[in-house]
């Protein structure tokens, strides 16, 4: 097991992730404990030291699981993180009561790391609203003992992370980002990392293979991405592209079967970042990836001064564009949650003053009916 130091603490560099854990009948709040048990006795059994669990994974389930599994194991001999469940903003007045509990379920006097969740334009104005008392009443659990480092996890674009980072950086230890090859470029997770860096603060890694996304490609790429590494298994190149970046510490994986961890470990038993021209191999992919199923904006703003409905229509393509080449998933309603109803994609009256003016001739009146189906 490859390990990263963390001040005086050497953290395995894959790190289990417990919000896909094995469930029964596909039934993701009933989770399958005794396989759940065995995956975590043959992860400390490897090496794995670092385990990530929340209050909302599983439907509420993940934490009480982790405490079982953990709970026979030395204390001494991992570390434990879970989070602060801010994306639900009725949680929000309840950091009080929902902290000693996570403690509980999890059986455990205290976190080794402590996150504040999911730190995104939803949500960003009440973690930064001091009447929640949120970031004081952490500190205070870090005073006793009871956190022993803090810091948070980030959905949001760039701009919400540098206005968390600004109130609060001084007291962030790490953050854990979504970071791979795909939204290197795509959800301009390299900006987030030179952010980080700036700031000093260390890199945790979540979504490696976005979901699984990238653990299978169409035939010409898989088979491009052999010719370079024969014996390396697809989803293996989404380690090794965060091997190849000296910035992040952890990487969590959501592991939902013991195969899925063996080959994980297998990866990290030693580092082989990729070279440049592999690096460049893998960043065409990618660039083929999005371009074929995202319009082409390049946020120009010709667009938004001819909206009678004042839309900020870049921001609706690019989330757009996440809802496209996801097939779905939460970023996109999550992220909308926090825009007026009458700033929605929703809210486009059709008139079509905005294509007159696309350079890239995107049919925007069309990409914003499609959105609010998809939305339903």
């Known amino acids: 097991m490859i390990y990263k130091n ?109 996150l504040i969740h999911n730190v995104c334009e939803m949500n960003i104005n009440e973690y930064l609203d001091p009447q929640y008392g949120i970031m004081e009443y952490l500190l205070e659990q870090k005073k006793q003992g009871k956190i022993r480092h803090l810091g948070f996890s980030a959905h949001g674009e760039y701009g919400v992370m540098e206005r968390f980072i600004k109130a609060y950086g001084e007291h962030m230890e790490f953050c854990q980002i979504q970071l791979n090859w795909l939204d290197w470029t795509f959800q301009k997770a390299r900006e987030k990392v030179e952010l980080l860096k700036k700031h000093n603060i260390p890199v945790w890694v979540m979504e490696p293979v976005r979901g699984g996304k990238l653990a299978s490609l169409d035939e010409a790429d898989e088979a491009a991405l052999k010719a370079l590494r024969p014996d390396e298994s697809i989803a293996a190149w989404a380690f090794r592209f965060i091997q190849s970046l000296p910035e992040t510490t952890v990487t969590l994986s959501g592991m939902s079967n013991m195969e899925q961890l063996k080959e994980n470990i297998a990866t990290y038993e030693e580092e082989k970042p990729l070279s440049e021209k592999e690096m460049s191999v893998l960043m065409g992919i990618a660039d083929k990836m999005t371009k074929s199923s995202s319009l082409p904006c390049t946020s120009c703003r010709y667009c938004t001064t001819h909206c009678p409905q004042g839309l900020d229509i870049p921001m609706l393509i690019g989330l757009y564009n996440e809802h496209i080449l996801t097939g779905g998933g939460f970023l996109a309603p999550m992220a909308l949650m926090a825009v007026e109803d009458e700033k929605k994609p929703s809210a486009c009256v059709g008139c079509r003053s905005c294509e007159a003016v696309c350079p890239q001739q995107i049919k925007i009146s069309e990409a914003m009916t499609d959105f609010t189906e998809k939305l339903g």
């Open 6 to 114: 963390f001040g005086d603490l050497k953290l395995s560099a894959l790190g289990f992730g417990a919000m896909r854990l094995p469930v029964i009948d596909g039934d993701d709040a009933n989770i399958n404990e005794t396989a759940a048990a065995q995956m975590v006795d043959y992860a400390i059994e490897k090496g794995i030291n670092y385990f990530d669990t929340a209050w909302g994974y599983h439907a509420g389930n993940s934490e009480t699981v982790m405490g079982k599994c953990l709970s026979k194991h030395p204390r001494d001999s991992f570390f434990l993180a879970s989070k602060f469940p801010g994306y639900d903003l009725s949680n929000m007045p309840k950091v009080k009561e929902i902290f000693p509990r996570q403690l509980e379920k999890c059986q455990t006097e205290y976190f080794d790391f402590y």
